[in-house]
């Protein structure tokens, strides 16, 4: 099968420092509000009672309340001084009958409105948003310049509008041709590659660490889900100088991003010394090769 070649394109990393946690000490208090079950009250109905006024999600543990018992979330109580309810001083008084009550109240997914039909106890709740198949995709492409949001079917035309500078391969063996591999600080390599009815995005990142040694990061990503990725396998070859480096594995869906496979070095890594050996001219061929996985 002949193989394409075409040059990915090359963008500034955008680094995103990480915002400091500002917790404030909590108190108890004896004045607590709590609405008991009646004998017909329903899930839904007992959970509405959580409803932070604010933003109308759940105020779930550790649950915060006015001298007068009005709860609020705490996102919310971050940005108050003052009872949205009562308009009261809003303390940090913990409103414990109403965590008891919470324990066994099952709160719906708060992609509800997307599909998600789960319910669960509010400590499974958060775990359970975080992978849930119906939260909104974000922008696939590395960086924090982006800041788009929108379904699955919405993620291509997007592409397409909005970063028309990424190139876009047919078929399921290709070269991913890197460019300008010597180019300081960090920096990011990305194309698509269309082939068995789905899109990949190839993505090469180049990091800068603290003792100043670049490390390369070489991944592949399905625009689609993680059901739809356990279906393919990705192989990854650099070739050149009787030298030889792979990485097989299966791709990452959109809907977990990348990031965290970088961090556990869960895909193709090498170093600038790696990168020289098999680097024409400061650019870097990769060799990228889909198939479907054999079940």
């Avoid at 592409?159 to 180019?183: C, P, R, W, Y």
């Avoid at 625009?223 to 299966?250: C, D, M, P, S, V």
Wanted: hydrophobic share 35%.
């Amino acid at each position: 099968m002949s193989r394409q070649t075409a040059s990915g394109q090359k963008g500034r990393t955008l680094q995103v420092p990480a915002m400091p946690n500002n917790a404030l000490p909590m108190q108890t208090s004896d004045v607590n509000t709590v609405f008991w079950p009646g004998p017909n009250i329903g899930n839904s109905d007992l959970a509405s009672h959580f409803e932070c006024p604010v933003c109308f999600d759940y105020a779930l543990p550790p649950i915060i309340q006015c001298q007068s018992g009005h709860i609020v979330c705490q996102s919310c109580r971050q940005k108050l001084n003052i009872c949205p309810t009562c308009r009261g001083p809003l303390g940090n008084i913990r409103n414990l009958a109403m965590e008891k009550v919470a324990a066994s109240v099952l709160f719906p997914c708060r992609y509800s409105n997307n599909g998600c039909i789960s319910s669960l106890l509010h400590t499974e709740k958060s775990e359970h948003e975080d992978t849930c198949e119906h939260r909104p995709y974000t922008c696939p492409c590395p960086g924090a310049s982006c800041k788009w949001q929108g379904s699955l079917e919405q993620v291509m035309p997007h592409l397409m509008q909005q970063h028309k500078s990424i190139t876009t391969l047919q078929g399921e063996d290709i070269v991913f041709l890197a460019t300008d591999i010597n180019l300081p600080g960090a920096v990011d390599w990305v194309m698509m590659q269309s082939c068995f009815g789905h899109n990949f995005m190839l993505v090469l990142e180049k990091q800068e660490k603290i003792d100043g040694l670049q490390m390369f990061y070489a991944i592949v990503q399905l625009i689609g889900t993680r059901k739809q990725a356990e279906n393919f396998i990705y192989r990854l070859e650099l070739n050149g100088h009787r030298r030889r480096l792979t990485w097989e594995a299966a791709p990452r869906s959109i809907h977990d991003g990348i990031q965290s496979a970088i961090a556990s070095s869960d895909c193709l890594v090498f170093d600038t010394n790696i990168a020289q050996l098999f680097a024409d001219h400061g650019n870097l061929g990769i060799n990228v090769t889909i198939t479907i996985c054999d079940r």
